[in-house]
């Protein structure tokens, strides 16, 4: 059986540690903190859990940071989690037989990272990342920040989730702002962006509603010869939204189209292309997007993924669509197919009172 060194980096997380430590301290053979700066009780904390706690001052570096919490493992393979990430009670099963059975010439471990959960408890909007690594390898975080676990050889895809909460006030505004000065301090030293740089950095714009800036930077990262195809994809995904609120439809359409450069259509630009269409009440080329969302499989998807484009949303785009051309059957057909996915959900329900009603008439 494999041993797990679990390293993490924190500061001023009184609020979560603890859950998080909890959830994994029974598979893990040491935790490493590497606190930051916290001014709260997160040191104190962390105190009953490990006696290795190490200070690292903060160099507007998270890949700095994590590398010095790596440095500091001593077991077979490296378990890295953030302080409001949890491993729920299946996931913890999970993992304790992966850690009786995972294969020694096995390099690195992904898992899905679960950022949204539907009011069902179902997952809705999660993506891979490469939690538990070889040590031996050395593998290396990249970037000061958005940072990333630059990894190799033989990568198993486990079926196990970690599962972030967002229960900390004001944290994501805190981080977004922290992110977006770092990107902006680099400007000013004339620091040459990496590819990844530059669409993190575009996203941070985005988010900042500075959209014409944001298109700027998308624009070079999607130019250059480099980058991840799925970016790529997202980049184009985030310039059709940021072109929708400008209302400059045509360019919104475009972007969309564009996605299908670098891989098969996927059920979420289907879907987007669907309100495209829908908006401009143009029926028949909505329902052939909104249809090939649905017959498309879209399986282990490595970028970000939101479960809504591959299963409820497009029936009840085509419920409504299908009505508004006069096809009842398939608008009642598809209702009944999203009935089943989301019974409570309001549409839904004023959908399900509308065909008892007039729809019968």
């Known amino acids: 059986m494999i041993t797990i060194s679990l390293c993490m980096i924190v500061k001023n997380e009184e609020e979560v540690l603890a859950g998080c430590l909890n959830s994994v301290k029974e598979y893990c053979d040491e935790i ?6 916290s ?10 859990f490990t006696k290795k706690i190490y200070d690292f001052k903060w160099i507007d570096d998270f890949s700095a940071a994590r590398n010095f919490a790596f440095s500091k493992a001593r077991m077979d393979f490296i378990f890295w989690l953030d302080a409001d990430d949890i491993l729920l009670e ?5 993992l304790r037989n992966l850690k009786k059975s ?3 010439d096995i390099d690195a471990v992904s898992m899905n990272y679960i950022l949204q959960f539907d009011e069902y408890g179902k997952p809705s909007f999660y993506f891979r990342r490469h939690r538990l690594v070889k040590r031996i390898n050395n593998f290396q975080w990249k970037g000061q920040v958005h940072e990333y676990l630059e990894v190799g050889g033989n990568i198993l895809q486990a079926d196990i989730a970690v599962t972030h909460r967002k ?8 981080s977004s702002d922290r992110n977006i000065k770092i990107y902006e301090k680099r400007l000013e030293k004339n620091e040459k962006f990496s590819p990844r740089d530059l669409y993190y950095y575009a996203n941070e714009l985005k988010d900042h509603r500075q959209y014409n800036k944001a298109i700027q930077y998308y624009q070079k990262f999607i130019n250059c010869d480099q980058g991840w195809y799925e970016d790529k994809i997202r980049a184009c995904l985030y310039m059709s939204d940021i072109y929708r609120v400008k209302k400059e439809h045509e360019n919104e359409c475009k972007l969309l189209l564009q996605t299908f450069k670098y891989d098969k259509p996927r059920p979420e630009t289907c879907c987007k292309l669907g309100d495209y269409f829908l908006r401009k009440k143009l029926y028949y080329p909505a329902i052939y997007w ?8 879209y399986k282990n998807p490595q970028g970000f993924h939101h479960e809504a ?40 329900l004023y959908n399900e009172q509308f065909f008892n009603g007039t729809a019968k008439k």
């Open 90 to 94: 299946n996931d913890q099963k999970k």
């Open 39 to 48: 001014t709260d009780e997160t040191k104190k904390i962390a105190s009953k």
């Open 167 to 174: 229960n900390k006030k004001n944290k994501d505004q805190q």
């Open 290 to 297: 909104f249809e090939t969302a649905v017959r498309t499989k």
């Open 102 to 104: 995972l294969n020694t």
């Open 309 to 348: 484009f591959s299963t409820w949303y497009p029936h009840l785009s085509l419920c409504f669509s299908y009505w508004r051309i006069g096809n009842k059957e398939k608008s009642i057909y598809h209702h009944e197919i999203v009935k089943n996915i989301r019974p409570n959900d309001p549409k839904v």
């Open 32 to 37: 490493i903190i590497v606190d930051t700066g």
